[in-house]
């Protein structure tokens, strides 16, 4: 035997070690993690996946501050019964990093509820995951559609209604109070973008309007040559972006061309010290009470900054801290309970300014959304 | 992995009487360092790399056991997916010296064209066994396209083509998405697990053993194919094209044949990815990825075998353990470093001494010096972190309000550790203590508020120190560039 | 001895004038199916992208003309001039509350700028690339990942990560009606601005001291050191003018397109480098038509085909430049010398 054959024969007679190890133990253990019960009399472990860094950064810090702004109010009242947050940063949009994450805060026993993820996508991938382990993930975020189509139920739920909500919001007020018919969408290529996109575009068609389609890359930093070619007799380009200052560079850059078409965008853009453009423009995002107690305060601690895309993050981190504490209330929980708890949530009016109550899927019953004129800056709400 | 052993000369038997007429100074240097090397080290030389393998898949068979499920993804699974792609990108880069920037491209479309023979996405539902081979075969097609023009191309021409080739891929997948092909943003989700012969892949321990075997055969192959022919004629290429070619050598052939392989052990890392995460996104695909695999590979020694594997664990491990998830274990792996750092670098052991000691002392007199100045200033509360939290409350600075301070104080420890690389001797030392103490102030303040943000600058410090202290990576092998 | 290593160079001119043939018939049918005021405001468009990507193309093609190193960072020192940028605008305020009359204000963002990322830019070099000047081409590579990496999230630490805003027309909000086509003063003012910087690039390297022995080490460094020129210094001048004229980019990119945050460098630098590429990596002037057809090609492929295939389009121009002329368009034929 010469060397070479030798050297394959070792090989082979490794691989067959580490399989016959793999078979052998791979009398799947049964998971406990669901029904583990946790002591919890002091005080209990939550968990936040958000994009604290990465390209997504500035969608994922005003989550992360909004997720620690509500539990630092929550222990301050809450003297009795304190909240840890352990954070998982997803670095949207590398999925892979997601899963990483989801892992580190499934396999820590003491966690008994999510806030988070951000991103539709995100949920998609780490659904197993969580699932998998009993966690209940409650977004702020992630709006697509089919995410409550049944295959989650129980576990999965989200703090603001879906795109198949907004989309049709927005196309009704184009046709029938603005009553304007040639539209022009351009998303951003991302997921949210995409399929709020696709919504909108259904129901404009349904309703009899024009709609042309074009796209933007996430790293675009100029749009001046795409607004160039926009056709005199298109009355509304809608944008509905994830990223404000990317909307109101496409608004001032509209301005310097002199393209007076109206402007709409959506929830991802609702930021009011960034988003101002000085044409006539409109913006769909929930009912939100701007004035709110919890807003003014959050605005004092953080440099004036409302970062309105947070809000829905602060809600969903209510939500999973409510239940805790009640499922705390004996001195232990478990995932289980906890879960069970979300489901049966009921908060008269959230920050956002609409009831949360889910449905079997895990979708706000009867949520909805409101259009904003824009004025320079200032969000009127019209309908 | 040693390299070819040359038969040993005998020596004569004056040789160390005799001037050593035509060693030039670099030679010498090398052979004087060979010789101070320790009995221990040249021990560890002499076990056989077969032997490395054995150790190092016994541990690996036993880490299922040893942690839970959680920690055995992250630690445990990606692990090995870093390193095999290390492997694939070796060949290419570590074995024939083409320096690809499109490498994750590859993986990407392992991924995908797993996610599209296998999932719901257009019905179909293949099963491993065929799958597997067919998108092999279809990466190293695709790695034979984008060599082409590597035979025309030099060093980096060839890296920004493929580099606009890797960014190619993802702006395909995620906007053009003709057909529906790709999924567009939406990515593909709900893929098969990996399925041979009827035998599902479900839970995380199975996806480990699975690239546990993967890894060992890709290993062995290009153990034995780094020692064939093709290894030897893809290392004169490496390192010199044309006297490769005046050598009769088929240089055309021999780059596509590096940037087959490479892709084909993408392709196949990419299978295992997308069927264990159970979806595709354009996103696990982008530059990020591909930075980091490059950094496995240099660290551990461009064109080592083990290397990469050990490339891939530091790198894997120490991202993993910074994870903002557990800021205990940050702040244990940070101080730890620091001071093994310093074990390390600082000589003799008196002046080590004297840096821990006069820190330590440093410390607690500032603490209270600023204590009896403004109480308000050390009041704050010190972020979790078992036994070492009391010590540090006595120790460190940690204002209620830290504000703006911190962030100066971050720029002032950039600045400083910059100007203690510059100092030599005692005075190094005597700097050392203060910086020390602003190293501990930043990260109390700043750095562990925000360990996210930490980890990458910690890995981007890390790249740029690493590189000063060994540019040839843990495991590589000096080389020296005739110009 | 001499190797070539292209197809024969008359094969590639005439595939390449070919190219440029097609190119320029497709923009004219374009032009006249979509009218010229279109096609004008798509010069400008592209002019404008296209000053800022050659003015980073520049300080890439420099450090790689001298060290044959591909320096990474360079997208990120760009970012960190349009944040200076940004600082200086806060000292002072905006305009209609700014303490300081406009042009002074802006000349001074561009000096602290430019001062701010040269320096930096040597700083760079003395702490990350010099200890591995003699170490293997791939080690500084990665050297520069980590400055990238280090840069990057240092000031997503320091300043968060919301994008901050340059005020629109910070210049002048007016702009100049040449018949359909209107061009703000912000664009006027930095092509033109581009333009100086580059003028002034090329006098300096033609004609100083400095310039020639920039020249000298770039094109032998050994033998420019045995000739007693400082090769440290010469490098760590062309570093301080590289990132110098990145930060001036910074700053252009913040008056015309007012959104400046951390990850902005990324992208930045990408096309950058492909610039530098397509002119012929470097070659200075190579960088600044690499650049301005860059731009020119974004604009167009965005105006007239659709802003989702705009990268693609992209790669497509730099894969048929790098196919007719493997070393640019002003590159020299990479003859190996043996």
Not at chain 1, 350 to 367: C, I, K, P, Q, Y
Not at chain 2, 178 to 184: E, F, M, Q, W, Y
Not at chain 3, 59 to 79: E, P, R
Request: proline share 5%.
């Amino acid at each position: 035997m010469n060397r070479r054959t030798g050297g394959v024969a070792a090989l082979l007679a490794v691989i067959a070690a580490i399989a016959a190890v793999a078979v052998t133990t791979a009398t799947a253990t049964p998971n406990h993690a669901a029904r583990a019960l946790v002591g919890c009399k002091g005080g209990a472990t939550i968990g936040l996946l958000a994009p604290i860094t990465g390209p997504a950064a500035s969608l994922g810090e005003p989550q992360q501050r909004w997720a620690r702004f509500f539990v630092s109010r929550w222990n301050v009242t809450h003297k009795k019964f304190k909240i840890t947050m352990r954070e998982g940063d997803t670095q949207l949009p590398n999925v892979a990093e997601a899963t990483k994450a989801a892992q580190t805060l499934a396999s820590n026993s003491k966690i008994l509820g999510i806030a988070g993820p951000a991103g539709s996508q995100e949920v998609v991938a780490t659904t197993p995951i969580l699932k998998g382990v009993g966690l209940a993930y409650v977004t702020g975020s992630a709006t697509r559609t089919t995410l409550t189509d049944g295959s989650r139920s129980g576990y999965f739920f989200r703090v603001v209604p879906p795109d198949a909500v907004q989309g049709p919001t927005v196309a009704r007020y184009i046709v029938n109070i603005l009553k304007k018919k040639n539209v022009l969408i351009i998303d951003d290529q991302e997921t949210y973008s995409t399929g709020l996109s696709a919504d909108a575009a259904g129901e404009l068609r349904s309703l009899g309007a024009t709609v042309s389609r074009d796209s933007v890359s996430q790293s675009a930093s100029d749009f001046s040559s795409l607004i160039s070619r926009i056709n005199n007799n298109v009355d509304v380009v809608y944008i509905p972006w994830q990223l404000p200052p990317k909307a109101q560079l496409f608004a001032q850059q509209m301005r310097e061309q002199g393209k007076r078409q109206i402007l709409f965008s959506s929830d991802g853009t609702f930021d009011p010290t960034t988003y101002k453009p000085a044409q006539t423009a409109y913006n769909s995002f929930f009912p939100v009470a701007r004035t709110n107690k919890v807003v003014t305060a959050y605005k004092r601690s953080h440099g004036g900054q409302p970062d309105f895309f947070g809000t829905p993050t602060y809600v969903a981190t209510q939500v999973v801290v409510e239940a805790v504490a009640k499922a705390c209330k004996n001195g232990s929980a478990s995932r289980a309970e906890v879960r069970s708890n979300i489901r049966k949530t009921n908060i008269k009016k959230s920050l956002l300014g609409l009831r949360v109550r889910f449905t079997a899927n895990g979708d706000l019953n009867g949520g909805r959304f409101g259009i904003f004129r824009v004025t320079n800056g200032n969000y009127t709400p019209v309908g | 992995m040693p390299s070819d052993e040359l038969p040993s000369v005998p020596a004569p038997p004056d040789a160390v009487d005799r001037p050593r007429i035509g060693v030039d100074q670099w030679v010498a240097d090398v052979e004087g360092r060979e010789d101070e090397r320790s009995q221990l080290r040249r021990g560890f030389e002499r076990v056989p790399s077969a032997g490395w393998l054995a150790v190092f898949v016994a541990v690996a068979s036993v880490l299922p056991f040893l942690l839970n499920q959680g920690d055995l993804f992250r630690y445990g699974l990606f692990t090995l997916l870093y390193a095999l792609l290390a492997l694939g990108l070796n060949v290419t880069v570590g074995f024939a010296g083409l320096l690809d920037l499109g490498f994750i491209a590859f993986y990407g479309f392992g991924a995908y064209f797993y996610a599209i023979l296998a999932s719901g996405h257009f019905g179909i539902h293949w099963q491993a066994e065929l799958a597997i081979p067919v998108i092999v075969v279809g990466a190293a097609l695709l790695g034979l396209i984008l060599g082409l023009p590597s035979r025309r191309l030099l060093g980096d021409y060839l890296a920004i083509v493929t580099l606009f080739f890797g960014q190619a891929f993802v702006v395909f997948v995620n906007a053009a998405n003709p057909k529906g092909l790709s999924g567009g943003a939406n990515g593909i989700a709900d893929v098969d697990p990996i399925n041979f012969f009827g035998y599902e892949l479900t839970t995380t321990k199975d996806y480990y053993y699975f690239s546990l075997i993967v890894f060992v055969l890709v290993l062995g192959t290009l153990y034995f194919l780094s020692r064939s022919r093709t290894g030897r004629a893809w290392r004169a290429l490496r390192e010199d094209p044309l006297a490769a070619e005046l050598m009769g050598m088929p240089v055309n052939r021999l780059k596509i044949m590096a940037f087959m392989f490479g892709a084909g052990i993408a392709g196949l890392t990419g299978t295992i990815f997308a069927a264990n995460q159970t979806g595709v996104f354009p996103g696990d695909f982008d530059v990020s990825l591909l930075i980091t695999i490059y950094a496995v590979m240099i660290l551990g020694g461009v064109g080592s075998l083990t290397g990469m594997v050990i490339g891939a664990i530091v790198i894997n491990v120490s991202f993993e353990i910074l994870t903002p998830a557990t800021p205990d274990h940050a702040r244990w792996l940070f101080y730890a470093t620091v001071v093994i750092a310093l074990a390390a670098r600082v000589r003799p052991w008196q002046r080590l001494l004297l840096v821990l000691g006069g820190t330590a002392v440093f410390g607690f007199v500032v603490h209270a010096a600023v204590q009896a100045l403004s109480p308000s200033a050390t009041d704050g509360t010190v972020v979790s972190g078992g036994f070492l939290t009391d010590v540090i409350r006595g120790w460190a600075i940690v204002p209620k309000h830290p504000g703006d301070a911190a962030k100066y104080a971050y720029v002032g420890l950039v600045v400083a550790i910059l100007l203690v690389t510059r100092l030599r001797g005692w005075w190094r030392a005597l700097a050392l203590i203060p910086t020390l103490y602003l190293v501990a102030f930043v990260w109390e303040n700043l750095l562990i508020d925000q360990p996210a943000v930490t980890r990458f600058i910690l890995f981007g410090a890390l790249l740029i120190a690493l590189m000063t202290a060994r540019p040839q990576g843990l495991l590589g092998t000096s080389r020296v560039e005739i110009v | 001895m001499r190797l070539r290593l292209h197809p024969p160079r008359s094969v590639g001119n005439v595939l390449f004038y070919v190219g440029v043939a097609v190119a320029l018939g497709l923009l004219l049918r374009e032009g006249f199916r979509l009218g010229w005021p279109l096609f004008g405001q798509l010069v400008v468009n592209g002019l404008t992208l296209g000053s800022v990507y050659a003015l980073i193309a520049l300080g890439y093609t420099m450090v790689y003309g001298i060290l044959k190193l591909l320096n990474f960072a360079h997208g990120d020192v760009y970012m960190v001039g349009a944040f200076i940028g940004f600082g200086v605008l806060n000292v002072f305020g905006a305009p209609p509350n700014s303490s300081l009359p406009v042009w002074l204000l802006v000349s001074l963002m561009f000096l602290a700028a430019m001062i701010g990322c040269g320096g930096l830019g040597v700083a760079i070099e003395r702490f990350a690339y010099r200890p591995l000047r003699e170490a293997p081409r791939i080690a500084p590579l990665i050297s520069a990942l980590g400055v990238s990496f280090f840069l990057q999230n240092s000031v997503l630490l320091l300043l968060g990560s919301q994008f901050r805003q340059y005020p629109f027309g910070l210049i002048n909000p007016g702009g100049v009606q040449l018949g359909t086509v209107f061009i703000s003063a912000t664009r006027i003012f930095v092509i033109a601005g581009a333009a100086v910087l580059m003028v002034v690039l090329t006098i300096f390297v033609k004609r100083s001291r400095l310039g020639k022995a920039m020249r000298a080490t770039s094109f032998d460094r050994e033998a420019a050191m045995m000739m007693g020129i400082d090769a440290d210094r010469v490098i760590a001048a062309t570093f301080f003018i590289g990132s110098a004229l990145a930060g001036a980019a910074g700053v252009m990119f913040g008056l015309v397109f007012t959104q400046v945050f951390h990850f902005m460098g990324f992208v930045a630098g990408l096309k950058g480098f492909t610039a530098a590429v397509i002119g012929g990596i470097g070659s200075i002037p190579g960088a600044m038509v690499g650049g301005l057809l860059i731009g020119l090609g974004e604009a167009f492929a965005t105006g007239y085909v659709s802003s989702t295939y705009q990268d693609l389009i992209v790669f497509c121009i730099l894969i048929f430049v790098i196919l007719v002329r493997p070393s640019g368009l002003f590159g020299t034929p990479a003859i190996q010398k043996v």
